[in-house]
């Protein structure tokens, strides 16, 4: 992500999107797991 | 907009897709769900419900576990094995950790590589292998909620059988907890080799992960 000619903002602002989708998913659903016991 | 569409393609058509589907899985499970409410005589539940059921969560989460763990193995093992003739294999030669020359990092780092690759020391180790801890966090992390939600899913129906509830150590011991886990993973692995062995010998015009058409099936490591 970092670097002196990277691939522009926008891409990396994708990149910790996508990140961002699968940890609020896995947070999401371990607490649904979680909160039936 | 436009420039941030075209450079970014291949991303966004995925997470489209994946939205989609997971959108279609939710309105299809939500009917299959009361529908095996109809069969207990018992009441439906809204779509709302549903999302943030344990039966919903353990069906999304079995499925993503499979999958960061097929891209973790396959980054892992491609350190080490190769297939020849593929292009998803490095060159017969070149396994294990390469030199830092070849993986330019410390003082072999160019002025535009990443910082980290270039410092030393604990940071460029985690750099040097941040694609696969992501991969091996967000599998971990898919099937300890997978492992939850089938927990409560599981426990719901031993409860309405009058059986005692399990806990998660004695669930994760359970057949069905390795019904679920193992069905995804044999489709991946299967995949997984398949596309290995295939891209020997079949291509796509104009597709990365093939070679060019006319490539010789010796060539290994050689993408289209």
Known sequence: VEGGNGPGPHVALLFWLTIALVVVGLVYFSVIGLAHQ | ?224
């Open chain 2, 1 to 224: 907009v436009r420039r941030f569409l075209y450079d970014n393609g291949l991303t966004l058509a995925f997470l489209a897709l994946f939205l989609g589907s997971l959108a279609g899985h939710a309105i299809a499970g939500h009917e299959v769900f009361n529908d095996e409410q109809d069969r207990h005589h018992a009441e439906h539940i809204s779509l709302g419900r549903y999302l943030t059921s344990s039966d919903f969560a353990a069906a999304v989460t079995e499925n993503w576990q499979s999958e960061y763990l097929q891209f973790a193995l396959l980054i892992f093992l491609t350190i080490w094995l190769v297939q020849r003739g593929s292009t998803e294999s490095k060159k017969p030669g070149e396994e294990g950790l390469e030199s830092p020359k070849e993986q330019k990092i410390g003082e072999h780092a160019p002025p535009d590589a990443p910082r980290w690759a270039r410092v030393g020391g604990v940071r460029t180790f985690l750099y040097s292998n941040s694609l696969l801890i992501v991969m091996g966090l967000f599998w971990v992390g898919s099937w300890f909620a997978q492992s939850v939600a089938g927990m409560s899913e599981f426990n719901e129906d031993r409860l309405s059988h009058q059986e005692d509830a399990l806990s998660w150590i004695g669930y994760i011991g359970t057949a069905s907890f390795w019904e679920r886990t193992l069905q995804n993973w044999q489709s991946e692995f299967l995949a997984v080799a398949s596309m290995a062995i295939f891209a020997v010998y079949l291509r796509q015009r104009g597709s990365p992960e093939s070679k060019p058409v006319g490539e010789s099936h010796a060539t290994t490591a050689v993408e289209g």
